[in-house]
C-alpha cells in the first residue's frame, strides 16, 4: 500500500493534516484505533462546552426570576437526558469527520498503527509504505499522580455518565479541574477541590487565578488550596481520601484532573531511531521534524501547546510545508485560550508576573465591574459573576502586550482582541476606537489610566 503521506491519529490535527495534503494532491491515508474525531470532539472541548450549556441555566433561571419571569416548581437537572443528546450530538460530528475524509480522497485504516521502520507503519496484518509519516496521537489524562487515582474517574468518564454523584471531590485545579468543578457545582453535584498551589490555574494572569478562586467559592465549590490527599482508597460506594494527620474525608466520586501524558508508548518509535522524552512527548523541531528522516509530530504528542487549534495550524503548516508552494510555520507566540467556567475566562499574551519576572517595563490597565445584567438583579442576582478585564502595554513601544478578561463572553470577546494584538496594535489604536455601546467589550477601548508600571 503506497501512499505520500500515512497520519497516525484521526483527531483534530491529523485530520486537518491528511485533508490539507490530500488537497495539495497527495496520496493520503490516516489510521485511527478509536472513533473518528480524537479527544476535542468526542471526549474533550465539544461535550465539555455542551455540559457547561447545561451548568449556564442554573445561573439563567434564577436570573429569570428577577427579570420577571414565574418559574414552576424547583427547576432539576437530569443526566441522562444530557448524556443521550450529548451521545447523538458526538456521533453525529464524528459522521461528519468520516464523510469530510472520504470526501477529500483520504482513506481510512481502523486499528492501532505502529511505525515498522523508516518509510513503514503497521495496521493489523496490513503495512502501508510512504515518504511522509505524521504522528498525531494526541495525549490521554495522567492515572497516576497519586496512588489510588488510577481508579478514579478522568474527564473521559465523567463525560459518559448518566447519573451525576450528590458529592465529588476533584484533584488538581488546571483547565479542566476548574471547568469541570464550576459545572458540576451548578448541576448539584457538593465539590470539593483539592490541589496543590495556592490558587488554580496556574500559568494565567493572577488576576484571573483569584477570581477564578473568588468565582468557584461563589457557586458553592470548597476549595482547598495546597492540599493533595496521600492516597485515595476505593469503598464499596465511593472513596476515600487520605488527607494526611489522620484525616479522611468520604466522598461519592472523585475527579483526577492532574495533567494530561502524550499518547508515545506502543507507537514503534524505536523502529526509526526515536525515544520519547521523559514527560512523554515527541520532541519537534520548528519545522515539526522529529529526530527520525520523514518522520514528523503535531498536536498534543508535542507537548508544545496542547490545544486543538495549535494542533489543527500545525496539521495544516505540515501538510503545506511537505506538498504545498508556500512553506511556513506556526507562529506559537501568542496564542489565546480560554477557560469555561462560569464566568468564563480567556486570555492572550503574558500573564503580568511573567512580565515582573522578565523585568519588562509596562503600562497596566485593569477594570472590575458588575455586569448590567447583574446589576439589574440587585439582591435576586446570583453570586460572584464580576468582570475584571487587564491590559499589559509595553512601555517602550506602547503596543498591546496581553489582554486578561473574567466574565460573560470573554472567550468571544478575547477571540476578536486576538486579531489586534497578533496585527500589533497599540493602546493608541484601542484608545481611538469607539466603543459598541452597551456592551462590557467596549471597557477594553475605555481603559484610560494606568493603575500601576511594572517593574
Ligand atoms: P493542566 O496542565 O491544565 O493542569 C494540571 C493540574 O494537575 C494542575 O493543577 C497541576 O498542579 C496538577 N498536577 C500536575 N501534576 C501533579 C502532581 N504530580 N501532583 C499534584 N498535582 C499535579 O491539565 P488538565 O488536565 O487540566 O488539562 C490538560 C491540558 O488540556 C491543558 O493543559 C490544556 O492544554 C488542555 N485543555 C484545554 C482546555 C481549554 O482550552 N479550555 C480545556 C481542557 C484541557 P499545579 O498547578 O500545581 O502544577
Same mark, same amino acid.
Request: charged content about 15%.
Given at each position: 500500500m503506497e501512499f505520500d503521506l500515512v497520519v497516525i491519529g484521526a483527531g483534530s490535527g491529523g485530520v486537518a493534516a491528511s485533508r490539507r495534503a490530500a488537497a495539495h494532491g497527495a496520496r493520503v491515508a490516516i489510521v485511527e484505533a478509536g472513533r473518528v474525531g480524537g479527544t476535542c470532539v468526542l471526549r474533550g472541548c465539544v461535550p465539555k462546552k455542551l455540559l457547561m450549556y447545561a451548568a449556564?441555566? !442554573?445561573?439563567?433561571?434564577?436570573?429569570?426570576?428577577?427579570?420577571?419571569?414565574? *418559574?414552576? @416548581? $424547583?427547576? !432539576?437537572?437530569?443526566?441522562? $437526558?444530557?448524556q443521550a443528546a450529548k451521545s447523538a450530538e458526538t456521533a453525529r460530528l464524528e459522521g461528519i469527520y468520516r464523510r469530510l475524509l472520504e470526501g477529500s480522497g483520504v482513506t481510512l485504516f481502523e486499528g492501532a498503527a505502529r511505525l515498522d521502520g523508516p518509510q513503514r507503519v503497521r495496521v493489523g496484518d496490513e503495512t502501508l509504505a510512504a515518504p511522509h509519516i505524521v504522528l498525531a496521537t494526541g495525549s490521554s489524562p495522567i492515572r497516576d499522580t497519586v496512588p489510588g487515582l488510577e481508579d478514579c474517574a478522568t474527564s473521559n468518564e465523567l463525560l459518559d455518565l448518566d447519573a451525576l454523584p450528590p458529592h465529588a471531590a476533584v484533584i488538581g485545579s488546571g483547565y479542566i479541574a476548574v471547568e469541570f468543578a464550576s459545572a458540576l457545582a451548578r448541576l448539584g453535584v457538593q465539590v470539593l477541590m483539592y490541589y496543590r498551589a495556592e490558587l488554580p490555574l496556574r500559568g494565567f494572569d493572577p488576576m484571573l487565578r483569584a477570581a477564578a478562586a473568588a468565582e468557584l467559592q461563589a457557586a458553592g465549590v470548597e476549595l482547598h488550596p495546597g492540599v493533595l490527599p496521600r492516597r485515595v482508597r476505593p469503598l464499596l460506594d465511593g472513596f476515600a481520601l487520605e488527607l494526611g494527620d489522620e484525616h479522611v474525608l468520604e466522598t461519592d466520586w472523585v475527579l483526577n484532573a492532574t495533567g494530561r501524558r502524550p499518547n508515545s508508548t506502543g507507537l514503534g518509535l524505536e523502529t526509526v531511531g526515536l525515544a520519547p522524552r521523559e514527560d512523554g512527548a515527541v520532541a519537534v523541531d520548528a519545522a515539526l521534524r522529529t529526530g527520525a528522516a520523514g518522520v514528523y509530530a503535531i @498536536? !498534543?504528542?508535542?507537548?508544545m501547546k496542547n490545544l486543538t487549534p495549535v494542533a489543527i495550524a500545525q496539521g495544516r503548516a505540515l501538510a503545506d510545508m511537505l506538498f504545498g508552494s508556500a512553506p511556513r510555520e506556526v507562529d506559537?507566540?501568542? $496564542? =489565546?485560550? =480560554?477557560?469555561?467556567m462560569q464566568p468564563p475566562i480567556a486570555s492572550i499574551g503574558p500573564a503580568e508576573d511573567e512580565l515582573v519576572a522578565a523585568g519588562r517595563k509596562a503600562r497596566v490597565f485593569e477594570t472590575e465591574f458588575r455586569p448590567m445584567k447583574q446589576a439589574f438583579l440587585g439582591a435576586v442576582a446570583p453570586a460572584g459573576q464580576r468582570t475584571r478585564m487587564k491590559l499589559l502595554v509595553d512601555a517602550?513601544?506602547?503596543?498591546?502586550?496581553?489582554?486578561?478578561? *473574567? @466574565?460573560? !463572553?470573554?472567550?468571544?470577546?478575547?477571540?476578536?482582541? =486576538? $486579531? =489586534?494584538l497578533s496585527a500589533g496594535a497599540t493602546k493608541a489604536h484601542f484608545d481611538r476606537t469607539l466603543a459598541v455601546h452597551p456592551t462590557a467589550a467596549e471597557e477594553f477601548v475605555l481603559m484610560r489610566e494606568p493603575v500601576r508600571m511594572l517593574p
Open positions: 449556564e441555566f !442554573d445561573d439563567t433561571f434564577a436570573q429569570a426570576r428577577g427579570y420577571g419571569w414565574t *418559574i414552576a @416548581g $424547583v427547576p !432539576d437537572f437530569d443526566m441522562a $437526558v444530557w @498536536g !498534543d504528542l508535542t507537548q506559537l507566540s501568542l $496564542v =489565546a485560550s =480560554a477557560v469555561f517602550a513601544s506602547d503596543r498591546v502586550l496581553a489582554a486578561h478578561m *473574567i @466574565g460573560a !463572553d470573554a472567550p468571544e470577546i478575547v477571540q476578536s482582541l =486576538a $486579531v =489586534a
